[in-house]
């Protein structure tokens, strides 16, 4: 800011309203900065971990089938993309178009796939290593899917990939929780029904963990995105 704006605003505003601009330029610089982009990763990082491991220590104690079929995971991913991400604004028109298309498909191969794999039932009659197997491939169907279909839809490859490589630790630390459960004796009961409903619990987290990532891994793309345009309900969008 240069010396000349700084004399306007103390002459229109007054030492208290410089000081409150000047602060909103430090605070807002700061966020914009690598180093508060890393320290921002690490804190979520260890809160995701910190909300998983919670989940998993507190499982309820009586579930059913109906349970499963009705899971809050499939009301949130409703919600979602219904309710919340049409309303999200990026940096730019054109981001605020890619990152809703990108969330919108993740959303919508999750609760296909979760859907696919309860309504089957095939997890009912399943012993522990056949239950870790296929929840597994489960996965990364899930992920080959949803990546598919970004790249169909147009969604650029630094943007799937700066997502991915955001989700890559929560993705790993998923997949450790889930051979635990499945694994673990804590969780045994009737068609595996305790099992899946926290398998479910922690797959929730990885959505929402997911969505509130994609604002910061929006701002780490720098320059990549310049000139690229997406189309949608008919209009062209082009990174300026």
């Known amino acids: 800011m240069a010396v000349e704006e700084l004399i306007t605003m103390l002459e229109k505003y007054g030492i208290k309203g410089l000081l409150i601009g000047l602060a909103y330029i430090i605070i807002r610089t700061m966020i914009k900065s690598e180093w508060f982009g890393n320290w921002w990763s690490k804190f979520t990082d260890k809160f995701v971990e910190f909300v998983l491991r919670k989940k998993v220590k507190e499982p309820p104690h009586e579930v059913s089938e109906s349970d499963i079929l009705n899971h809050d995971v499939f009301n949130y991913i409703d919600f979602w993309t219904y309710s919340k991400i049409p309303t999200f604004q990026f940096s730019t028109e054109y981001r605020t178009v890619v990152f809703r298309k990108y969330l919108a498909i993740f959303l919508k191969n999750y609760k296909i796939g979760l859907k696919d794999f309860i309504q089957s039932k095939n997890y009912q009659k399943m ?60 969780y045994e009961s009737d068609k595996n029904y305790l099992k899946i409903y926290s398998i479910l619990n922690i797959l929730l987290s990885i959505l929402e963990n997911t969505i509130s990532n994609s604002i910061p891994v929006c701002n780490s793309i720098n320059g990549q995105l310049k000139g690229l345009s997406i189309t949608d309900n008919g209009r062209v969008y082009t990174e300026p």
């Open 127 to 186: 012993e522990q290593a056949e239950l870790w197997k296929s929840l597994l491939d489960l996965l990364n169907k899930i992920i080959m899917e949803y990546e598919r279909e970004c790249e169909d839809q147009g969604i650029p490859k630094i943007v799937v990939l700066k997502m991915k490589a955001r989700n890559n630790d929560t993705i790993t630390l998923i997949i450790d929780i889930i051979e635990n459960i499945t694994n673990s004796q804590f």
